[in-house]
């Protein structure tokens, strides 16, 4: 049986920090993402502005990760490692980022577009942030993490795109990855035997969508996940608490 952590008022105070630095590090990045900008140096206005507020990067030599964001451009989806790439006009940019602040985890991510976009791209990213609203209306304590699932593949469906299915959401707390995986599809059979989320439960629900097959591989760099088909990739992320009445968004300004 999973073992779901739901937190106590107090850690949910120090994981809403969290998270609000979460949400200023990617208002201030994607500011700086203009054409011609390295994304290295993304990764490190996004050090600097983490350890600024009294946090520290989640994902830096988290499994070995050499950097405190991701930063994952058109066919790459997530864990695209900042470097000597220079953004394009047109390119769409997913950037991840995690931060602990006194011992809890704030996880998010947003995908937008440097300079002017073509319509496929803007289509694309809509529905992302569409499915990761979706799944967000059913969270409320006693939901089954299958509906929140069930609530972004609906959302993919409907448009047609491709879902990323070997990547999922996530449980998150005193680490950044806990109980329960959070699919961004519905297994055949498992809609009603998926664990139910208690009030104070915290977790990751990130929807990954594609231009077209849902299929992946990872580059030789060990981490870049890119679509298997190189056509464009969106991914959104917001860590949420299960509130008594709905969902607390935790990273959010």
């Not at 700086?32 to 050090?47: F, M, Q």
């Not at 991701?70 to 394009?88: D, T």
């Not at 860590?239 to 959010?252: D, N, Q, R, S, Y």
Request: overall charge positive.
């Amino acid at each position: 049986m999973t073992k779901i952590y739901p937190k106590n008022a107090a850690q949910l105070r120090k994981m809403r920090e969290a998270g609000r630095i979460v949400a200023e590090v990617l208002e201030i990045v994607k500011n700086e993402s203009v054409p011609g900008v390295k994304t290295i140096k993304l990764d490190r206005i996004a050090e600097a502005a983490i350890k600024e507020r009294g946090g520290k990067p989640a994902f830096k030599g988290y499994r070995g990760f050499p950097a405190s964001i991701c930063a994952s451009i058109n066919s790459e989806v997530v864990h695209g490692i900042p470097g000597a790439r220079k953004l394009r006009n047109g390119d769409i940019l997913s950037i991840d980022v995690g931060v602990f602040w006194k011992g809890f985890a704030g996880d998010a991510a947003i995908t937008f577009g440097i300079g002017r976009c073509n319509d496929a791209a803007m289509a694309l990213m809509r529905k992302t942030e569409d499915a990761l609203k979706a799944a967000l209306r059913v969270v409320r304590p006693g939901v089954r993490v299958s509906e929140i699932s069930q609530a972004v593949e609906q959302v993919a469906l409907k448009g047609k795109y491709g879902l990323v299915k070997k990547y999922t959401g996530h449980g998150i707390g005193k680490e950044m990855h806990e109980p329960p995986q959070i699919p961004n599809y519905v297994s055949t059979g498992l809609l009603k035997k998926t664990p139910r989320l208690p009030e104070g439960a915290t977790i990751a629900i990130e929807p990954m969508l594609t231009e077209c097959g849902g299929d992946v591989e990872v580059l030789s760099d060990g981490w870049t996940v890119v679509t298997a088909d190189r056509k464009l990739a969106s991914h959104v992320e917001h860590t949420v608490a299960v509130g008594p009445e709905g969902p607390v968004l935790m990273t959010v300004l």
